[in-house]
C-alpha cells in the first residue's frame, strides 16, 4: 500500500535573518566606540548585575568578543533558525529567542563567575526546540527520528567541546538548552488532519492553544527568577 505524506504548515522565516544582522550592526557599533568599552557597558558582567544593571542579561545576547565568535554564532543562527521559525511561527520564534538568551545569562551568572558575551546559549535554545519538536513527533514526520538523531549528535558534540574548552561559557549553553526544551514542548505547534474537500487530498492544520503556551512561559519564567535569586545570594 502506498503511504502518502501531507506537508505540514509553515511559515516564511523572517526574524531569524533579523537577528542575525542585529548581531553584526552590534559588532559594528562595538568596533566603532571600541571593543573593550562595549563589553563593560554591555557583557554580562555578574558583580555589576548585582548592583542593579539587569540588562547585561539581555545585551550580553546580541555581543561577541570577535569577529571569529560573530562568524560561528551568526552561521549556527542561520542553519537552525529558519527551520525553527518555520515550524512554530514567527512571534513564537523571537520570544523563544529572548527567553532562551535571558535563561542563559541568568545560569552564567549564577555559575560561571567570568565575564562573558555572544549568543550561544540562544542558539542552544533553538536546537533544544527543535530536539523536543523532533521527539514529539518522531513517529509522524517522515525524517522524525533520523533529525532526532541528528540534533542528539549535535548536542553530545558541542556540550562535550564546551566542556573542554575553558574559554566556553558552558552553563550559558545549558541554560538555553534548558529553556529551549521546555519552549519547544509547551510551544510546539499541535496538529490534525482535516479534509474538507472529498475531491481533493486531506491537509494538516495547527490547533493553537494559548493556555498551554503561557504554561511553558510560566515555567520557564519561573525558572528564570530562581536562578537570579540565587545568583543573587551567590555574589551579592
Do not use: C
Not at 532562551?100 to 567570568?114: I, K, M, Q, R, V
Not at 549568543?119 to 513517529?139: C, E, K, P, T, V
Amino acid at each position: 500500500m502506498e503511504i502518502r505524506y501531507t506537508p505540514i504548515p509553515q511559515q516564511r522565516s523572517i526574524w531569524a535573518y533579523i537577528i542575525a544582522a542585529a548581531n553584526a550592526l552590534f559588532f559594528l557599533g562595538a568596533f566603532v566606540v571600541g571593543q573593550e568599552t562595549a563589553l563593560v557597558l554591555g557583557a554580562k558582567i555578574n558583580q555589576a548585575i548585582v548592583l542593579g544593571q539587569w540588562w547585561r542579561l539581555l545585551t550580553a545576547v546580541f555581543l561577541h568578543a570577535d569577529l571569529l565568535h560573530l562568524g560561528m554564532n551568526t552561521y549556527a543562527l542561520i542553519a537552525f533558525g529558519p527551520q525553527v521559525e518555520q515550524i512554530y511561527g514567527r512571534w513564537r520564534f523571537l520570544l523563544s529567542y529572548l527567553t532562551a538568551g535571558l535563561t542563559g545569562s541568568a545560569f552564567s551568572f549564577l555559575l560561571n563567575p567570568y565575564p562573558s558575551v555572544g549568543a550561544s546559549g540562544a542558539i542552544f535554545g533553538l536546537i533544544g526546540m527543535l530536539g523536543a519538536y523532533f521527539y514529539r513527533y518522531r513517529h509522524q514526520l517522515r525524517s522524525g527520528r533520523a533529525a532526532l538523531g541528528n540534533i542528539l549528535f549535535i548536542l553530545a558534540y558541542n556540550l562535550f567541546y564546551g566542556l573542554a574548552n575553558p574559554r566556553v561559557d558552558n552553563w550559558g549553553h545549558i541554560g538555553g538548552l534548558l529553556a529551549g526544551l521546555t519552549l519547544g514542548w509547551f510551544l510546539a505547534p499541535l496538529y490534525v488532519v482535516v479534509q474538507p474537500d472529498p475531491f481533493r487530498p486531506p491537509q494538516v492544520m495547527e490547533v493553537r492553544s494559548p493556555r498551554r503556551w503561557i504554561a511553558g512561559l510560566a515555567l520557564v519564567g519561573g525558572g528564570i527568577l530562581l536562578v537570579l535569586i540565587a545568583g543573587i545570594l551567590r555574589w551579592g
